[in-house]
């Protein structure tokens, strides 16, 4: 099994490129408790897409610390890897977005591998849950959304963003982008609209269980996108939409698999403190070694 780690955001609203940033106790960033919590559960391959002015640095730095068992891809996301044939506003500099940053591992991932953000800390338990999903041979053909409870998502330093789910039993129907989300006297407030939410539904974390053949269809999708006004200004192809179309084409069922964890991230700076108390708290408990790799 293989994780996907994207490391490729600027961190416009935390100040600097929060996932190259130290949150352990002994400096460690978020996205290694990722991995050490992966390889614990079985995951043999670690990928990361990155800046390409950080992949020497981070391929170094990681290869001093995974177990020596565990193989290791540093993967640039670049503007100029596009489909062939394609063309793109040559003054562009913000990257592709997500879905671009999954298909830019296509030459690396061969088989089933879960995708999530290295700049926010998942839980031990949601990495179990993942392994148990792609060992399940009942599940061979289907992709998996990791579901954390809106509630226990969100930021006390301003609005978040997150994919609030809508579910037919255990299986996914539909992910909605709600792109300001904030407490609201017991619930949960869309600063955009007013919609009110229970607090108790699921979210998606950017924490996706998929399989090699999406990254064919990235590959269609993004030719078309790069062909229309989409990409114009900032554009971007985001990974929850392109699961949203292949389910929709029926070309796959996506479960949702409850993480059973507790989830923080650091959207702002303000997060920092919070993650370092969380993460010093699990060290004293047992929970995770000091130093991490030993």
């Keep these: 099994m293989t994780l996907l780690l994207m490391a490729g955001g600027f961190g416009s609203r935390y100040g600097k490129l929060k996932q190259f940033d130290g949150f352990g106790p ?19 391959h670690i990928v990361v897409v990155t800046h390409k002015d950080s992949v020497e640095k981070i391929q170094s730095y990681l290869r001093e610390r995974l177990p020596a068992h565990v193989a290791l891809d540093v993967v640039p996301q670049v503007i100029e890897d596009v489909p062939a044939g394609s063309t793109y506003d040559p003054d562009r500099s913000k990257p592709w977005g997500t879905a671009h940053a999954v298909w830019a591992a296509r030459d690396v991932i061969k088989g089933p591998f879960g995708v999530l953000n290295a700049d926010d800390y998942y839980g031990q338990q949601a990495f179990a849950e993942s392994a148990g999903f792609f060992n399940d041979t009942s599940h061979t053909n289907n992709y998996a959304l990791v579901a954390y409870r809106l509630d226990e998502t969100l930021s006390t330093h301003g609005s978040v963003s997150r994919g609030v789910s809508e579910t037919d ?20 407030k869309d600063e955009e609209d007013g919609t009110l939410f229970k607090g108790d539904e699921p979210v998606s974390m950017n924490f996706w269980l998929c399989r090699a053949n999406i990254f064919d269809f990235i590959e269609k999708r993004f030719t078309e996108f790069l062909a229309s006004s989409e990409s114009e200004g900032k554009g971007e192809i985001y990974l929850p939409k392109i699961v949203q179309e292949m389910l ?19 959207t702002y700076s303000d997060d920092k403190e919070f993650a370092q108390k969380e993460l010093a708290g699990k060290v004293d408990k047992g929970l995770y070694p000091s130093p991490l790799w030993g």
């Design 26 to 44: 002994n400096g460690e960033f978020l996205m290694e408790y990722s991995m050490y919590d992966a390889i614990q559960n079985g995951f043999t």
């Design 169 to 188: 039993g255990n299986m996914l129907k539909q992910v909605t982008e709600r792109l300001k989300l904030v407490p609201f006297e017991g619930q949960v």
């Design 248 to 266: 929709d084409a029926e070309m796959i069922g996506v479960a949702v698999v409850p993480s059973n964890s507790q989830w923080f991230g650091v």
